[in-house]
């Protein structure tokens, strides 16, 4: 569902998670600066805090479903985490979408990013990726908090719609260019964590003038541990993508 900020006379901003995630990420936004000069608009996906859509689940087609509903809230603005960045960027390519900026947190740029849905690759179906990456997820969260989050939004997701996202994440990774696509949106800024990184994300972000703003410290899950922070930065890479 779209959860609405109750004053409507303030700039719609929608908001979706990454891979296997849902708007539950941006929950902590809410009591930030951020809430005070937009309309937060956390969206769940189809089959991530939505029930699954009919048909296969892929970038595409949460892309058309972004865009429907920016229609539906008069939002021109994105927020979008690790994969959905991609989707975000999709979004802003169809004619008759109103989104024209994207704030990209951490983004996939090149095909290493997508170190977590890529993986679904490696499997022949849902179910036996689901556990795997799951029992994955489990091994990281004994020393990283936000990871357990995570993987217990991870666990609510639609099998069959993570496996199908994550295939196609993977194949259109190593076919396509996030980052460019990402750049050809009419305005986008990246933020992160250099850590949290790949070395040729980095290498393709250095030698782009594509807006960016760093946030030291910061995990994966920018919107979790530091929504303060972040929500500045917001703000201030808007200005840079203006």
């Known amino acids: 569902m779209v959860a609405a900020n109750s004053a409507t006379d303030k700039p719609s901003m929608l ?7 849902n708007a539950s990420m941006y929950d902590g936004l809410r009591d930030t600066e ?26 595409q087609s949460l892309a ?9 809230s008069n939002a021109e603005l994105i927020v979008a985490h690790s994969v959905a960045s991609i989707i975000a960027s999709l979004a802003t390519t169809r004619a008759d979408s109103p989104l024209h900026t994207v704030v990209s947190l951490e983004g996939n740029l090149t095909a290493e990013d ?3 849905s890529g993986s679904a690759g490696d ?11 799951l ?8 020393s990283t908090p936000e990871v357990a989050r995570y ?15 994550g295939c196609n994440a993977r194949s259109f990774s190593e076919s396509q260019h996030p980052g460019e696509l990402l750049a050809s949106a009419p305005a986008a800024v990246y933020l992160y964590n250099p850590d949290n990184l790949s070395k040729p994300s980095q290498a393709w972000l250095a030698s782009r003038g594509l807006p960016r703003l760093v946030l030291d410290h910061a ?7 530091q929504p303060a922070l972040l929500a500045g930065k917001i703000v201030e890479g808007l200005r840079l993508a203006a």
């Open 15 to 21: 908001c979706i998670a990454g891979f296997g995630d």
């Open 34 to 59: 951020l809430a005070d000069l937009f309309r937060i608009l956390p969206l769940d996906l189809p089959g991530f805090g939505r029930p699954a859509a009919s048909g296969r689940t892929t970038l």
């Open 64 to 72: 058309d479903f972004v865009v429907e509903q920016a229609k539906a």
């Open 114 to 116: 997508a170190y977590f």
């Open 123 to 133: 499997f022949s179906e849902p179910q036996a990726f689901r556990e795997a990456f």
């Open 135 to 142: 029992e994955r997820l489990g091994q990281l969260a004994a």
């Open 151 to 165: 993987r217990e939004q991870v666990a609510q997701a639609d099998p069959k719609a993570l496996w199908e996202l």
């Open 219 to 225: 995990t994966h899950w920018k919107s979790v541990d």
